[in-house]
């Protein structure tokens, strides 16, 4: 997205990608591949901490050590492979849906998209990376001469740093994307592999790093309710793992109040901070509810140089850098 040539993800040649997730708690890196139609196999995962003060709420503070440890993460990692797939966190970027007439040429729908989007974006076009898709009409009812345009905008300089930050490194950036969305397409493809596909059922996916917790509950695959807001996940581990499951209970319970649903089926735990010892039992011991850590490889096959126990205990971590590598393979 954003105006970093993102038509070549679809490149029928469909070329390598890697999926780079950069937050407060870390560089995460993770390469993908398909074996055939319905296998793919998980090539290279490694991760490298950053020192404080490199990010701050998702703004990038100093470019060079930044670019520094995206360089250690890509030696570490032995991958020959230059074109990757970066996030922007949610908090970064302005989302809104917008209708217009169909039959619109591609020039003038992009004329009409930037005409509504001075409507919603909180500072100035010329400062915004700007971008937009067609997507299907929510509401049936409405007329078939209208389309259903998804509007996307994030401050300009936020999505040039981490592009700055890429090609110092030697990477080509060829897709922007929005963090939230990579994890939720990570996530709906273990969804998938539930009994029945998780038809009818309730099920909540809470994102926890350490600076935010962003939730998304799923009904056959329709987000029902999102939400992110600050966490602080740097505590000592047991005020973090007693806060974070408090939270979660608080949100459950906004939810429910705040809808017309009153209970939900199954839970499951990513993020860095999800793998807190006792997390996970907390949360299922407060909500009452059945909780799981999210493995976004599971059903992978492993390149043979991957130990499948270590990846158990690291996987929840990885969840946002799985989607943006697998915009490859979509």
């Known amino acids: 997205m954003f105006d970093i040539d993102v038509g070549c993800w679809l490149d029928k040649k469909n070329p390598p990608l890697l999926g ?48 520094e440890a995206v360089q250690r993460v890509l030696k570490k990692s032995g991958s020959q492979v230059k ?16 209708t217009l007439p169909a039959g619109l040429s591609e020039e003038e729908l992009a004329v ?49 740093d981490r592009v700055a930050v890429a090609e110092s490194s030697g990477l080509k950036p060829a897709v922007m994307d929005i963090e939230s969305y990579a994890a939720r397409a990570a996530f709906e493809r273990l969804i998938a592999q539930l009994p029945q596909a998780g038809q009818d ?30 966490f602080d996940g740097t505590q000592p581990c047991e005020i973090c793992v007693e806060n974070a499951a408090m939270e979660v209970t608080r949100i459950l319970q906004f939810f429910f109040d705040s809808t017309s649903y009153y209970h939900v089926d199954q839970l499951f735990l990513a993020g860095a901070c999800a793998v807190l010892p006792g997390l996970v ?25 991957l130990r499948e126990k270590q990846l158990f205990m690291e996987a929840p971590a990885y969840l946002v850098a799985c989607g943006l590598a697998l915009r490859r393979l979509d």
């Open 83 to 98: 074109r990757v797939a970066l996030g922007l966190p949610h908090a970064s970027v302005i989302t809104q849906k917008i």
């Open 20 to 67: 780079l997730d950069i937050s407060m708690s870390g560089i995460r890196l993770v390469e993908l591949s398909r074996l055939n139609r319905h296998t793919l196999r998980l090539e290279r995962y490694v991760s490298e901490p950053l020192p404080p003060g490199v990010m701050v709420d998702g703004h990038i503070e100093h470019i060079e050590q930044l670019s």
């Open 281 to 305: 039992e907390g949360v299922a011991n407060l909500t009452q509810i059945k909780s799981t850590l999210v493995n976004p490889f599971a059903g992978m096959k492993l390149a043979k140089r």
């Open 112 to 160: 009409q998209v930037e005409l509504e989007a001075a409507q919603y974006i909180p500072f100035a076009l010329d400062d915004a990376s700007l971008d937009f898709c067609e997507v299907r009409l929510s509401d049936l009812s409405k007329s078939s001469d209208e389309i259903e345009v998804l509007v996307v905008a994030a401050p300009k300089e936020k999505v040039e």
């Open 201 to 230: 059922k309730i099920i909540a996916l809470f994102h926890i790093d350490a600076q935010t917790m962003h939730v998304f509950i799923l009904l056959n695959q329709q987000s029902i309710y999102e939400h992110e807001q600050a």
